[in-house]
Structures are given as C-alpha cells and as structure tokens.
C-alpha cells in the first residue's frame, strides 16, 4: 500500500467570454489564452476529475484516490458523509470583464434538478484593479415581486449591490444569493463540488457567434432566498503564524494564515486540508516528503498525515477542510 503525501494536481484550464491573462502572468499557468477565465486547482467534477502532478502517485486520478484511499485521503467522517466523491471544488478566478448576474441552487434543489451538490461558496480576493468591484446581494429589502419587476423591466442592476474591493477581500455566497465577480477582480474561490450556475442577466453580451448566452430565469427563481440578511462581508483577523478563522459552515471551514517561521500543524480535524498559496510561498514538510507552494498554487494534505510543518519567510495561505 502506498503511503499518502501531500498532493499537487495538475490545473484544469478554462478559457471563458469574460477571462484574461492574469492567471498566466501572476501564477505562472500555462496558456496561450487571452481569456483564461478560471484554472480548477481541484476538482471531483464529472468530466474534469483532477490529476496527480507530483510524487509516485503522479498520473493517477483523484477519483482513482477516492476509490483506493477514502478514509485516509477524505477522513472518516468525511467518507461516512461524501463516500466517493470529493465534497469541494477549488479554483482561482481571473474576470478581465464583468461576469453574468448567477446564482446557484441548494443542496435540495440541485440534487432534485441536476443529481449535484448544491453551491455554497466564498471569495478571497487576490488582486483587484482601480475601481473594481463585486455584486453581492441586494441594496434593498427585497422580495420576489419587487425583482421580477426590474427583470422584466430590464433594470436589474438598480437593485443589486456593488462593492468596490481590494485584496484580501473575502466573501461568502450562500446558495441563492444573487452574485457577480466585476471586470478586473483576480480572486481564489472555495466551493462545493457543483457546476450549477443560474443565469439571470449578462450585460446583453453575444457569444463569438453572435448569440446571446443562455439565461435560466425561469428555473433561477425558486432558488433565490430573499430572506437573506446583508451578513456576506467576511471580517477576520491577521495574526501571523497562527489559524485566522474566515468562514465555518456546514461545507467547509477555511483559515487565513500569514506565514513569517516554522510552524507546526496537527491535523485534528479528520479531514483532508488544502492550502491555497495567495501570495509568497510555503514549505510543506512531513516526516517523509517537503514541497513547496508559491502564490497562485494549491496542494491537499490527506486526511490520514496528522502531524507537519509550515516554514516560510513570507506567506499567505487559505486553509480549508470539511
């Protein structure tokens, strides 16, 4: 039996409508893309499963891992929970433009729709040009006659909220809430494993053929919650070289760490943890192996390695488990 290290995975590149270069010239990915929208750091989505880029697992599929290794790569209550299907999705996110106006279904709803989690998700913004900005949620009290309204008075935009944001940002998107990353925003994102997104409104933008992209009003309106309160701007502290608690839900926990020395780490969570490097870089070492991660990468310690250390001069890290 192989004996589990911390995991790198080869990026799944995705060029969109509204992508850029940054995720090439910041990170160092690899694309001649003028669009490249998203790069899917680790993903257990049908169709795009993530692939083992270094060690003597290399080549080998994350969904190969889940098959040989659940409980020691997942934990055991996250076995118990999720059995073969990795529960998060992770990704780096570059909008040169603005995207559509989405939101995403809830646990009940996309699997009653589309057999998937639903998707409960949080920003980390990266970098942000002048003036960028975020739409997240309303500026009003609002309710379902009030939107369909301005939907189908084409004003829309009157009622959403938009905030300006600088890096270290960080938000929180519950299913069903109405969201938007705005042009010139370079953000990590932390999901459930879903592909679900909901279409309202995209700026009367046309594909390369001409055509409009595809809404889904019609289906996006019974995921809306309108009862959600404004509580979607995340407030953390900064203490280096310690854990920095961003977010705690039922789909993942993630932390904010600003790395200066060595530090230990004892996993007690009996989960999987993933650390996103959003800026300097990190050593990872356990009693076997060392690795490094630099701004823009992402590695998954599994589950079943309890004890190692994180050194750095300087970094930042997201932390997430389940």
Known sequence: MTELYPLKFKPILKDKIWGGEKLITSF??????KQLGESWELSGVAGDISVIANGVLKGQSLQNLLEAYPAELLGVKNYERFGH??????????????LSIQLHPG??????????????????????????????????????????????????????NFDKVKE?????????????????????????????????????????????RELHNDIAIDAFDFSMKDDFRVNYDKGKN??????????????????????????????????????GCVDISTD???????????????AAIKDYKLSSAYGKLLEVYV
């Open 28 to 33: 160092n990915k690899k694309s001649n893309s």
């Open 85 to 98: 299907e990795f529960p998060l999705l992770i990704k780096f996110i570059d909008a040169k433009n603005d």
């Open 107 to 160: 646990d009940e709803l996309a699997r009653e729709r589309h057999n998937s989690f639903g998707k409960t998700e949080m920003w980390y913004v990266m970098q942000a040009d002048n003036d960028a900005n975020l739409i997240v949620g309303f500026n009003q009290s609002m309710d379902r006659d009030t939107y369909l309204k301005h939907l189908k008075n084409n004003s829309l935009t009157e009622i959403l």
């Open 168 to 212: 270290g940002d960080t938000y929180f998107i519950e299913a069903g809430r109405v969201h938007a990353i705005g042009a010139g925003v370079l953000l990590a994102e932390i999901q459930q494993t879903s592909d679900v997104t909901y279409r309202v409104y995209d700026w009367e933008r046309t594909d390369a053929n001409g055509n409009p």
């Open 242 to 279: 310690t854990r920095n608690e961003m977010v705690s839900c039922p789909f993942f926990t993630t932390n904010f760490i600003e790395i200066t020395q060595e530090i230990p780490i004892s996993n007690k969570q009996d989960s999987f943890i993933i650390y996103m490097c959003v800026d």
């Open 288 to 302: 076997n192996s060392i690795d490094t991660i630099s701004k823009g990468e992402t590695i998954l310690v599994p």
